[in-house]
């Protein structure tokens, strides 16, 4: 009997059909196909009605689970006796019938001797349940047979503990008695009719486990049952140590923890410092990341559980995604595909049904069925972004590659490239395949950084770059690029998420299918575009001494063709490439650059990032200075070196680069944060420098970030200076900037920036991005910033010393703070 909804187990049966639900990484019907295996019956009748392609999918003709399968298929709701009426041609000889969402070990082979031994037409088995008021109740005479049924009594009807189990073995002369004009129910139709003729119909006590898996206590209770070893069922795996069970190829790191009774499905990740506790379930391909704890918990296949998520008595379902920090409290249940935030918390029996989302940091208390804030936006900051083989696939990086090929003109050219690392490997490949598909060719630079795709995308229709991220080498980066080499705006994003959606594709014929080509100069032409308009002369007389960190990045393949043509003497370290995912044992230690650099006698040293967008710089004393200080030596050197230059930085950067640059008789030229917006006030004619969090933008370049450029505008600067780097360093004036976020519900975002803009001093307010207020003498200021993917608001403040920055940030956290928390 295996066309039950389980509409009690929602969200879990929402999109699977109830006898496909694991219990111990099986589905339960797959439990009893197991046990009817055990005890004879190798001819199987499957009566299917919801999602019934799913159960005809798993287990097809019964061959590789020892059975012959055939099915009837329910096209209307025909009541217990009525599907089982449906299969009557099936149905020839004497016959059990059983659940195939229950779990039970009960010896069915008794259960048929007992049968034939009686003489009986039917015999119902029955078990003592310990809460009878759930099941009917049968109430049988001394010598075994039925005397009558109670269905779904009160206590004040609870005449007998023994109750129907829905197991039968029926002799085909019952169909007489099974109507064949509408729904029909054994234990309200048929078997009453019985009794009334007659009839005698015997029942069978049976020992053994028996759980009907009505609702989703009995469903926690089952696994809790088969930890335990209640109930006799086939436990995939090994069992490592007392009752915890470990799948083939699972990877468990020695520092993680597995507390027993435990199951852990194949090809599992559970990282350091993970604790599995007591009670849980791991489905196949689940990861468990660092300081991750679960305990009572069942977590369904190919689920995600990052960093330090926690979960108490919870059911996870198929490939859901719980971020950094997640918390679920007991009974919480996740439908399939749910993706819940970071630091979000979910209360007690809270329910999410299937593919909704939690925002970070939300607390959810009551559960989310039809409401959700959809799924979050494809682009982020970052372009696509998600974990290598869990949020990004080559499946989305396929529909990803048509969705963006659909947005270009048939028979462009675009630009593809990737970092060293095996999983950018793979993805490029696919997204390549959706691109030609929709009639895009690709100019293929293999491994590249950024700068260079970027450059090679000007000249093309656009370009996309697939990386690891630099922070995570387990999250994955794809990026697109326009036809200047900027990052793509957002209504040309918006184009690729609505034909990623709703899978408008554009279908070419055989002949139209894209080409991929290999330039062979690209680096040449960037390498010449470097040196451009640069006084190589004054490079070479300077002869600088360098020290290049290449963090093992890209650069490692382009900038030696740079190096060769400005005459510098340049010490290596980090000089190829390696996945970042593998490459851990590596050493990549910032401190020894600077020790190089100042046992070398170097005048500098840079340290590149992995996409070769930003480069670190140390001075000879081997001071790796901070972001701030290096806007800062850019600023009064560019300005001094180019009188009247034109510098961009964003709104939330220190006002002391502005009085440095009028004092070397510059101006500062205020941007919007986001890189998008930098990049657009950068390459607007005329301005000389752009310098944000990305990196260096040198727009006779690129108008973007190029740690190459910056390495080529240091070397250029050096040239024109007649100290050392350290004493320009010295000569800068201490910063007093600080940050911090605070916690701001979506809905309040809005709120806050209004109340802000309407209770600030128009005199004193800035717009440029986010609201920004300098106090009345103009000593000190506050940038307040909503961000655009999280419940957060930024904020800078910056003061005339530490002891007022201080006293800002504390002034402008309570003032959002208050206004983010008001009804």
Known sequence: MAGGEGSRLRPLTSNTPKPMLPVANRPMMEHIVALCRRHGFTDVVATVAYLADVIRTYFGDGGDFGVSMKYAVEDVPLGTAGSVGNARALLDETFLVISGDALTDVDLGAVADAHRRSGSMATIVLYRAENPLEFGIVITREDGTIERFLEKPTWGQVFSDTVNTGIYVLEPEIFDFITTDGPSDFSQDVFPALLEKGIPIQGYVADGYWEDVGNLEAFAKAHRDVLDGRVDVEMPGFEIAPR???????????????????????????????????????????????????????????????????????????????????????????????????????????????????????????????????TRNLFGRRGVTGLANIDITPQLAVRLGMAYGSSQTRGALVTMSRDSSRAARALKRAFTAGLNATGISVDDLEIAPVPVTRFSAAQNAGGVTIRSSASDPQQIEIRFFTSDGKNLPEQDQRKIERNFAREDFRRVLAEEIGDIYYPPRTWDFYANALVTNVDLDAIHRRAAKVVV????????????????????????????????????????????????????????????????????????????????????????????????????????????????????????????????????????????????????????????????????????????????????????????????????????????????????????TTLVDGVKVHTEDRSGWALVLPDPEEPLCHLWVEGADDAQARGLLEQWRTRVATIAAED
């Open 244 to 374: 915890v069970w470990i799948g083939p190829d699972c990877e468990i790191h020695p520092d993680a923890t597995i507390d027993g009774p435990a199951l852990v499905g194949a090809h599992c990740n559970v990282a350091a410092g993970a604790h599995v506790r007591d009670h849980t379930v791991l489905g196949d391909n689940v990861v468990v990341r660092a300081d991750a704890s679960l305990q009572r918990s069942i977590v369904f296949s190919n689920a995600f559980c990052d960093r330090a998520t926690s979960l108490t008595g919870a059911i996870v379902g198929k490939g859901a995604d719980l971020r950094e920090g997640a918390r679920a409290d007991n009974d919480v249940v996740l439908g399939d595909g749910v993706t819940i935030g970071e630091r979000a918390t979910l209360s007690t029996a809270v329910k999410v049904y299937p593919f909704k989302s939690v925002e970070a940091g939300a607390v959810v208390n009551t559960s989310v069925v039809w409401e959700s804030r959809a």
């Open 549 to 764: 960190d290449y963090g093992f990045g890209t650069s490692s393949v382009t900038l030696p063709s740079v190096l060769e043509r400005l005459g510098c003497d340049v010490l290596a370290i980090n000089p190829y490439t390696a996945d970042p995912a593998t490459r851990r044992h590596l050493r990549d230690d910032p401190e020894r650059l600077g020790e190089l650099v100042r046992t070398s006698g170097s005048d500098f040293g840079l340290r590149f990032d992995a996409d070769a967008e930003r480069a670190d710089l140390v001075d000879d004393r081997g001071r790796l200075l901070d972001w701030t200080t290096t806007t800062l030596l850019y600023v009064r050197q560019v300005c001094r070196a180019h009188p009247r230059s034109r510098i961009v930085l964003p709104v939330s950067e220190t006002e002391q680069a502005e009085r440095i640059a009028i004092a070397a008789g510059g101006t500062i030229e205020w941007a919007q944060t986001s890189s998008v917006g930098l990049m657009d006030a950068a390459d607007a004619p005329g301005v000389t420098l752009g310098i944000g969090a990305d990196g260096l933008i040198v727009p006779r370049v690129l108008p973007a970030p190029s740690a190459s450029a910056q390495f080529v505008l240091t070397l250029e600067l050096l040239a024109a200076l007649p100290e050392a780097l350290s004493a320009v360093v010295d000569g800068l004036p201490r910063v007093h900037l600080l940050r911090d976020s605070v916690p701001t519900p979506w809905e309040r975002k809005g709120t806050v920036m209004r109340t802000l803009v309407e209770e600030s001093d128009p005199e004193l």
